[in-house]
């Protein structure tokens, strides 16, 4: 996903995660040289070229009140980030994944540690903890960085209601989640209020509510404008998610090919296909759903169940339906004619990425 | 651990986690019912007996720089017990420890849900990613609760400094613990350096730093009373920790017999005995330190030789040393003499317990 909606906000944000980085690394390292890799485990997430999505709609929210973007916002709404941080470390725990950005995750690069140091106890419990602390560490960086981003104590104050909430939300919808992940289920409505909260508030909603709150004044009316547009791209967004999850190039998402058909993710794209699936494809879709052993040839049978069922088809209709419905929330006049564009722009890119 | 020095203080502190617990836990069922069970996870630490250890000191740190308690700055203060229960809840999923509190841990509170439920996958899985959310959750939570407490502005701005040090200082220990762990070092003074971050720190230091930044008014002198009193102080706590996880009685400590034998934790007692063990003591010693099915007879055995090699002695003359030197620093003039009272018997508290 690109967007270059505002020349530099992307490298802006970059640059203040970095800025950071730079700063609370040493004191990592001062506390104990064994710090070391805890410190280099969160600058891979800062340093590298993740989309930043959270803070360039955090960035937007604000513009959109008529505020100005100065130094210290950016450092605001670029702390963001490492909520999402937290959210990535801990998740691949959760799901067991080993691989995240092109690299292993967290929790396997200290199980390697581990076993390189020749370190004592179950290498694998070790990974574990130091990526459960890892992740914790960097929602207390997150927080740490908004409290010192320098924007006036006034808005900091005013936007901690929505953070608190947007990470409320954030683990309850893991929760729900990894519970519905255990249910097996196949309720395409149950898959859809998991994506609602997972990605329709977390990742752009309240991102957005968060900038407008952070604002030196903003209205009630753009915060309704925010959620109007925010909840159904954010469900659009995780639908492109699902789609990209089953048919997205290893090349371009830096994940295996077909990787939640291995992991079994039960998605609204999965709980569509079996609702539409006849009894036959049903039982040959469930035979290899799932099975961490699974080889490229039935990945693609199961592809094409997913495609002969009509259900790719659906999701992208309903992607697009909901893309538009976020792009006709614009249309009201409460927020900067800058930011309805700038939305109507990230809508676009939001929904039709291919990682 | 008894604390009777401000009649009614740890109730007026259980009742605010309760009414906080009351107004949130309905929130996270609205979200979805599902979410039933992480609510009452969290219940269980905020509505049963912990020891609110660090409430107090926060409590008694704000006192002495001449603030006067309201119900706002208890609620402010109440609010770091939702940090350690992240901490313990972390904790128990990072050690693999099966009970806390006389109750199944979080993780296997959740893997008996699996169960009980009949839900699909690994339930170990299952627990660790509940518990991961659970702990999570507690910390978003502790953040709230203090940003909600209804005291001045003014003052918990003031306060966020100290609190995302602490918070960072706490995440920080938490992993030299476990590398510690995994280095199986027996260096007294490596481990000494882990009961510093753990418990010197963590509990003592920064929750009396906290109470002072959240007072209307705070001198620099205070916040180094505080230190010269709470790191040593901190270090005896964490040594009688030491003996307590060996010698502790489970009718009252609520945990097996020997628990830091069996799990081999590296503590300073442990590295103490090791360092002044005999050769045969040595390996008889490790030779049963660490093993899941250790018995009764063994582990009676490697007390006899914490005992014998003049460890637990040295530990306890240690832990009045360093008691004493926290409440010398009382004699200092910065803090107002209700503080220091309260501090000089919460030394003898803390150190003296037996659970």
Known sequence: MDFDGIPGLTSAINASLTEFFDQQAPYLEEIGPELGPVAGALGHFLLDSGKRLRPL????GYLGTGGELTPEIVRGVASLELVHV???IHDDVMDGSGIR???PAIHKQFETLHEERGLHGAGEQFGVAAAILIGDLALVWAAKMLHESGAPAKQILGSLPIYDEMRVELMAGQYLDTY???????SVERSLKVARYKSGKYSIERPLHFGATLAPQFEQEQLEIYSNYGL???EAFQLRDDLIGVFGDPLVTGKPAGDDLREGKRTVLVATTLSKASTSEREMFLRNFGRPDVNLGQIDT???IIIETGALAELEILIEEMTLTAQAALKSVGITEQAASLLDEMAVAATTRTS
Chains 1, 2 share one sequence.
Not at 57 to 60: L, V, Y
Not at 180 to 186: G, M
Request: net charge neutral; with cysteine; charged share 25%.
């Open 180 to 186: 519905e992940q255990a249910l097996a289920s196949e």
């Open 86 to 88: 937290c959210a990535l």
């Open 101 to 103: 950005r092109r690299a």
């Open 57 to 60: 709609f955090a960035a937007i």
């Open 302 to 304: 199961m592809r094409e």
């Open 232 to 234: 159904p791209l954010g």
